[in-house]
T-cell receptor, first 114, second 112 residues
Framework: EAGVAQSPRYKIIEKRQSVAFWCNPISGHATLYWYQQILGQGPKLLIQFQNNGVVDDSQLPKDRFSAERLKGVDSTLKIQPAKLEDSAVYLC????????????FGSGTRLTVV | DQQVKQNSPSLSVQEGRISILNCDYTNSMFDYFLWYKKYPAEGPTFLISISSIKDKNEDGRFTVFLNKSAKHLSLHIVPSQPGDSAVYFCAASETSYDKVIFGPGTSLSVIP
């Protein structure tokens, strides 16, 4: 079974620029999550999709972050404009249902904002 | 406000000995607890979980203990192996289907 694919692996941008991350979940997984992991902290949920509908986006900074999951498969997370404090690893995870023990994480995208 | 705390950022253990990783939580509504393991440049992987109706769950070398009255859980690894060297995240949710809150992680080094 192929894992959760994320790209790019690394990205360096200047503040106020925009950036987009892509995630391809495991085939058949209905639920998709985007997490932000700042250095020294645990992953923090930004948004959860069930198929192509948003279940929870309460911690997504909606003034600069947006995410979509077209056709209930791939997802993109965008930041516009980026701030220095957005430097983090952005992790995508998917699961068949909503059970936390069934999460499969991708390797993440490491974003550095300079 | 950190709802899941792991007060030891790092831990070193000799190979073959027991590793004990601790976790405390503040939200009394948490009812389901998980441990994830993360190697560098990889995403976290699920290790073991426990629901509040149990006080112990065992899977091979890994055992999780839950003390609800103290809002404390621990992960025991016996015997520890060099391949166990990783960052371990404690996580919690109100049910097994709710949003998961992660702790900051403990970096475990198992010394050969």
């Amino acid at each position: 079974e192929a894992g959760v694919a994320q790209s790019p692996r690394y990205k360096i941008i200047e503040k106020r620029q925009s950036v987009a991350f892509w995630c391809n979940p495991i085939s058949g997984h209905a639920t998709l999550y985007w997490y932000q992991q700042i250095l020294g902290q645990g992953p923090k949920l930004l948004i959860q999709f069930q198929n192509n509908g948003v279940v929870d986006d309460s911690q997504l900074p909606k003034d600069r972050f947006s995410a979509e999951r077209l056709k209930g498969v791939d997802s993109t997370l965008k930041i516009q404009p980026a701030k220095l404090e957005d430097s983090a690893v952005y992790l995508c995870a998917s699961s068949l249902g909503q059970g936390a023990n069934g999460y499969t994480f991708g390797s993440g995208t490491r974003l550095t904002v300079v | 406000d950190q709802q899941v705390k792991q007060n030891s950022p790092s831990l070193s253990v000799q190979e073959g000995r027991i590793s004990i990783l601790n976790c405390d939580y503040t939200n009394s509504m948490f009812d389901y607890f998980l441990w994830y393991k993360k190697y560098p440049a990889e995403g976290p992987t699920f290790l073991i979980s426990i629901s509040s109706i149990k006080d112990k769950n065992e899977d091979g070398r890994f055992t999780v203990f839950l003390n609800k009255s103290a809002k404390h859980l621990s992960l025991h690894i016996v015997p520890s192996q060099p391949g166990d060297s990783a960052v371990y995240f404690c996580a919690a949710s109100e049910t097994s289907y709710d949003k998961v809150i992660f702790g900051p992680g403990t970096s475990l080094s198992v010394i050969p």
